[in-house]
């Protein structure tokens, strides 16, 4: 019963510093990408979801390799920060990145959330030393 509720305090709080992770992420960018991929914006789409996975994969191996929940919260706090240099970095390598996400140009979205992922695993790679 003890693995089980320990299961579940780790769950729980690893959904709420994705979803903390994910709010701050829409807060920085200039664009609305919820209302973007809401009226069928492919490129808002690839990049969010590109975040998403690369916020994920850091978090998944913080909790794998974190000793206490302080522990996958720092680890986690330092995966977002790193996903936030990787869209600061796109946007200096792509120039007009808003105006690319919301004339729904899918090579910016894809570049975008291709980028994310590839820190995001380089990130959890990083976390299991």
């Given at each position: 019963m003890y693995l089980i509720g320990q299961y579940l305090v780790y769950m729980v709080v690893a959904i709420g510093l994705f979803g903390v992770?994910?709010?701050v992420y829409l807060r920085v960018t200039p664009y609305q990408e919820i209302h973007l991929i809401r009226s069928g914006n492919a490129a808002a789409a690839w990049s969010l979801g590109g975040v998403m996975i690369g916020?994920?994969?850091p978090m998944a191996s913080a909790m794998a390799?974190?000793?206490?929940l302080a522990d996958m919260?720092?680890?986690s706090a330092v995966a977002l920060a790193f996903q936030l240099l990787a869209y600061f970095a796109a946007g200096l390598?792509?120039?007009d990145i808003r105006g690319g996400i919301e004339a729904d140009r899918t090579a910016y979205g894809v570049a975008l959330g291709a980028l994310s992922v590839a820190v995001g695993i380089l990130n959890a790679g990083?976390?299991?030393?």
């Open positions: 992770g994910i709010a916020l994920a994969l390799h974190s000793i206490s919260a720092l680890w390598a792509l120039k990083a976390l299991t030393y």
